[in-house]
């Protein structure tokens, strides 16, 4: 049997191998139908440049551990949610006027703000259409809730933008919002095409948002310990955005504070002497081992040992780019 793996994280998922390839088949099916030609270059080059692909992962191996089998609807869920993260990375870009997004230039850079809303919106109506067709009109509304919540939580970010007082409390809540909810509703969708019960689906949302907080987290702590060549995109952004994150809000001290006012690199090297780094990683260690505790009772399967082992592998490919 051919095996493939969860891309970076050296999992080898065997019953994976043939559900990938499917669901990048139709994220770029889904990606490139516009009528218009310039919609579908934009849009399928910035699915195309990849990603981890972990949500898909997760639904994936979510729906084989509850239903024994991949199914066509898991794979259209994996691939609704990817566009729509997708889509919802393109107006992230917008808002940070970021210039590169996984080695392709951002939508932004290369036609202009005003387009990069239009083909977020074109790849986030898109994921709807195929979600209310394709799999149900119980997906289609979860993915729009998940799509107000990650609203939600990028407005709070911008509300709390260059507050040093913003409290670690407030962090979380946004990015429970901006990212939980998504890896949330994939969880939530996989129960769904799985036929799971209610208690197993409230435990799958549990683990699915759990999984975002930890993925989150980590995202921005790389950003303030890592580096540019390890990371393949530039470090500091957040600090220059004057989004001050959760790893760096629980180690806030007065003297932190008053560097915030000044050069970003001044601050990137003050917390990287000091203790934030351990304190994070011991607090997603934590994080990591109650995201597997809130699986459900699964039945004995490879997909099961994945999702359980997922969260700490997921932990250790990020420390590993810590610098
Ligand atoms: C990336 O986080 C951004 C998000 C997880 C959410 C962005 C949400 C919106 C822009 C709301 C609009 C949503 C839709 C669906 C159209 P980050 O900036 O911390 O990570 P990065 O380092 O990858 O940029
Ligand atoms: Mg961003």
Not at 190 to 212: N, P
Not at 260 to 276: I, K, Q, S, T
Not at 293 to 309: K, Q, T, W
Request: aromatic share 4%.
């Amino acid at each position: 049997m051919s095996t493939t793996t969860a891309p970076t994280l050296g999992l080898t998922i065997p019953a994976l191998a043939h559900a990938l390839p499917r669901v990048e088949a139709e994220i770029h099916r889904m990606a490139t139908s516009s009528s218009l030609p310039i919609v579908n270059e934009f849009s399928g080059r910035i699915t195309a440049a990849g990603g981890k692909r972990l949500r898909s992962v997760l639904i994936l191996a979510s729906t084989v551990a509850m239903a024994g089998d991949v199914t066509d609807r898991a794979v259209t869920s994996a691939a609704c949610v990817e566009l729509l993260h997708a889509g919802s990375l393109v107006h992230d870009d917008l808002m940070d006027d970021a210039a590169e997004r996984r080695g392709v230039p951002t939508v932004n850079a290369a036609w202009g703000p005003g387009p990069a809303v239009l083909v977020g919106d074109f790849m986030l109506a898109r994921a709807s259409q195929v979600a209310l067709r394709d799999i149900s009109p119980f997906a289609a509304e979860r993915l729009a809730e998940a799509v107000a919540d990650l609203v939600e939580g990028q407005v709070m970010e911008v509300l709390d933008l260059h507050d040093p007082n913003r409290a670690p409390e407030s962090a979380l809540r946004s990015i429970a919002l901006k990212t939980g909810a998504l890896f949330r509703v994939g969880c939530v969708l996989a129960a769904h095409c799985a036929d799971a019960d209610e208690a197993t689906t409230a435990r799958m949302a549990e683990y699915g948002a759990s999984f975002g907080l930890l993925f989150q987290i980590l995202d921005d702590l790389l950003d303030l310990a890592s580096t540019r060549l390890r990371l393949g995109k530039p470090v500091g952004n957040d600090l220059r955005q004057g989004v001050y994150t959760f790893p760096l809000l629980r180690v806030m001290t007065p003297d932190l504070k008053a560097l915030l006012a000044g050069d970003p690199d001044e601050v990137l090297a003050a917390v990287r002497r000091g203790p934030m780094v351990e304190d994070t990683l011991a607090y997603c260690r934590d994080l990591a081992r109650r995201t597997a505790a809130a699986l459900p009772e699964l039945p004995a399967s490879e997909s099961a040992d994945v999702l359980r082992a997922l969260p700490s592998a997921y932990l250790n490919w990020a420390s590993a780019l810590i610098a």
